[in-house]
């Protein structure tokens, strides 16, 4: 079953963020500390994939392309809006909470080559232990920020599924279309480029910036396209 995976995944996300409801009543303090806890860790994350690339220029250029994109598309408002629209369903009693935890679980989880591969092996080989380490990740992950922002990280589950069930979905067209080294290549600067942007979110968490990361999400289609390109031509 190709969505197995992303089931899997997305039953940690919940569970785990079910888990950090039952925290969510720790002393500000440690809350304070937590997420700055989790904002060193993210930023340490994101750079050590970002340094993984073999040609800095495609990051570069997908980066810079992809906050154009992300900018006249006006992404990041857009992603919030929807947040607070699920604040607003729901009920949320601490506002911005909900769309705060939505926003920034949804990038966390979604940026990174882990989704991309494991839905890739899940759709392709019907090999799901990518997406069941995610799933693990996830669900800590989920534990700690639903402990500090709220019961919103739960409704990340939603584009986790659609992100990593598309894939999985289309993987074997994926996978005939793309040869093997451009799938590499791609692989190892979608690393770098989600990189960058999870260092941005862990410098957002840590209140030194606040950069619109979701602006920069174009910027994952820019380098599969970019990419694909330079492949064409090269195999």
Known sequence: MALW?????VLFIIIGSLIGRLLANIPESMKNTIMKGIGLTVSVLGIQMGIKSSNFL????S???GAIIGEWLCLEEKLNQ???WIEKKVGGKSKGNIAQ???TATLIFVIGAMAVVGALDSGIRGDHQVLYTKAVIDGFTAIMLTSTLGLGVVFSSIPVFLYQGFIAL???QINRLIPEQVMDIFILELTATGGIMILAIGLNILEITKIKVANLLPGLIVIAILVSIVGFFKY
């Not at 495609?58 to 250029?61: K, P």
């Open 5 to 9: 995976g992303s089931i899997v995944n």
């Open 63 to 65: 980066i810079v392309l």
């Open 82 to 84: 929807f947040g607070i």
């Open 101 to 103: 935890g939505f926003v």
């Open 58 to 61: 495609y990051v570069i250029i």
């Open 170 to 172: 289309f993987a074997n």
